[in-house]
């Protein structure tokens, strides 16, 4: 994540030489399909199921077979996502992550664009043998990615709404499968749709040079990052007042004070200090430790839902 990189870093569109050699195959594997991140979200359409749609419910009814295809075809969604993304920003993240390339060098382009193709039908089938529904929701998830990369991402708020929403989806996806009613699940939704689009703002600024050399207009480069920090803590002061009245329900009126107390010092607490340095933040690396905060906070507030259990 380097302001510089040679232009020699950028591989020829076709892709036509191939990858370079390589000792870590599966370590760049991994690179492409943001395995923790795959990893994180299992961990939250787990915990969706069992903490908040079926906090009662025996293990064996929670990891029903159903269950497990629905995580199968969101984390293929996933993986297909972040391939295409990287496959149509080779040149972009050659200036913002060189050190982070992959395809066109470990992995063929074309091999990515094959990966992304099945994976992306994998999760769709899947997805629609188990409801029309849930086809319908992945196929939309799967286009609205493609969008994404291709042109979304490149038109200021379109690409980081267009990421919360899908954020907010795999929220929603385990009650669109159980279809319990219980309402806990919108705003766990909500929280992560609104955290969402302040990391994506955060990212946009941290990205600001490559993607004003590839023709962006995202909305640091078309507001400046002045007036852009004021749309971002639009958004976190917004969160932060969901989180406090979660807070002040908890710990008042219903008494759940594990997740109260939670929620106040792991998620509360950093969202205020995440408010602080967002205000201060003036330089690069500022707004990459934004972003890295964002996901600590993401994670606790996934964890939270343990105490709903």
Known sequence: MLFSSSPSAVPTPRGEAGPEPTAGTGRHLARLIRLPNLLIMALCLL???ACLLLPEAPWRQVLAPGFGLLVLAALSIGAAGYIIND?????IDAINRPGRLVVGRAVNRRHAMLAH???SGLGVGLSGLLSPLLGLVNLGSALLLWGYSVRFKRVALVGNVSIATLTAALVLLPELQASTGRSAVWGYALAAFLLTIVREIVKDVEDMRGDAQHDCHTL???????????????????LVLLVAGAVFNCLLLSQRYGLGSWLLVLVLGPLLALAAGLRRAD????FARLST???AIMLSGVLSMLWLA
């Open 293 to 295: 905060w964002c996901k």
């Open 47 to 49: 915990l969706v199921r």
């Open 87 to 91: 496959y149509y920003d080779v040149k």
């Open 220 to 238: 640091p480069l078309v507001w400046g990052v002045r007036r852009t920090k004021w749309v971002t803590g639009f958004f976190l002061a917004c």
């Open 283 to 286: 330089q690069r690396q500022h």
């Open 117 to 119: 193709l099945l994976l």
